[in-house]
């Protein structure tokens, strides 16, 4: 998904480094065309009050939640990434606020010289007393919103009330000066209908980014996949209707071909898509060890169909859903010609 915490922070000073136990001869990791790895995904917790049906971490969160991810593995790989020239993190989950140190993580996080960034359901940021705890430590929030009123994000969120939790907390984040306030929405065949008037509520709660995400093929998402997985003619008729119902964000579209968002197709997440090393729990042969997942391109779950083969933009899209794709017919996929502008 679009970097919230991409904006370059600054490293540790050499002194810096010393007190925080940092290596002064490190080496910042480099991907296969050049990248300089700068981002870090830090999974906290793997507990949520939600339940959403299309969830990607369903899967995980059953096999790990009984694995608590401790403040010493969190220090610890905070620790490790900022000295090999890590600049920002975004703290996930399950719910990453309701991580006991939480605000400590922020906290740690910042004086490594790393930008703070949460994707949240807004759990523990609706209450104004843990706001005014953590708010000054983050620099940006994603927060989930999956329709324009709580009859339609709560039935996809599987709690009554989440939709209220949610909007409090961005009002409340709102308020902090120079906030970083942006929103995911997660589209499905549930609610993208409604699509237009949620964009349109999140531009009017103040997300100066908003990330519109197809559908994973992860998790609760594949579990229920044929049921849940908007199709490509309704995309394509809905998506590029968006940036005018909030002409004052920015709007990414994570997981869509770039020919099925019109003129828009320059926001397409491809385009925008920073390297990062994904720190979670993950089964190893035995055992389980928290460790890192180094991606350099967003191809993760798409994949190329042969309608593709002759479009313009084919190495910079990174194509349909590889479930969809095996799922559903791709017709309604218009590749761009040699010419397109």
């Known amino acids: 998904m679009t970097s919230p915490a991409a904006s370059p922070g600054h490293l540790p000073s050499p002194t810096q480094q010393s007190e925080l136990g940092l290596s002064a001869d490190a080496r910042p990791w480099i991907g296969p065309k050049g990248q300089v790895m700068q981002r870090l995904e830090l999974h906290l917790t793997y507990h949520c009050p939600e339940r959403c049906a299309f969830c990607s971490e369903e899967h995980r969160m059953a096999s790990y939640r009984a694995f608590p991810v401790t403040w010493g593995r969190v220090a610890t790989v905070l620790r490790l990434h900022a000295s090999r020239g890590v600049r920002s993190v975004h703290f996930t989950g399950g719910e990453p606020t309701i991580h006991p140190r939480f605000v400590e993580a922020l906290q740690l996080a910042r004086r490594l010289g790393m930008r703070t960034s949460v994707g949240t359901i807004g759990t523990m940021l609706s209450r104004p007393d843990f706001a005014e705890r953590a708010l000054p430590w983050l620099d940006e929030a994603l927060f989930s919103v999956h329709g324009p009123s709580a009859a339609v994000h709560d039935a996809l969120a599987g709690r009554v009330g989440s939709f209220e939790t949610v909007t409090a907390a961005m009002r409340l984040a709102r308020r902090q000066p120079g906030f970083g306030l942006f929103a995911n929405t997660v589209v499905t065949a549930r609610n993208i209908e409604q699509l237009p008037d949620t964009v349109a509520l999140l531009g009017e709660l103040g997300a100066r980014l908003i990330v519109v995400s197809n559908l994973t093929a992860e998790g609760g998402g ?27 964000a920015v709007l990414r579209f994570f997981g869509v071909p770039m020919c099925l968002l019109g003129p828009h197709w320059s926001c397409s997440n491809d385009l925008h898509w920073d390297p990062r090393v994904t720190v979670e729990w993950q089964s190893v042969p035995g055992k389980v060890a928290f460790a890192g997942i180094y991606s350099w391109a967003p191809d993760r779950k798409r994949t190329h169909v042969p ?28 590749p761009f010609s040699g010419g397109a502008g």
Request: charge should be negative; proline fraction near 7%; glycine fraction near 4%.
């Open 307 to 334: 309608a593709c083969e002759g479009c313009a933009r084919r190495e910079v899209c990174m194509g349909v859903n590889d479930l969809y794709a095996l799922s559903f017919q791709t017709d309604e996929l218009r």
């Open 222 to 248: 594949f579990d229920r996949f044929t049921e849940l997985a908007p199709r490509l003619a309704d995309l394509a008729r809905i998506l590029p209707l968006l940036p005018a119902r909030a002409p004052d």
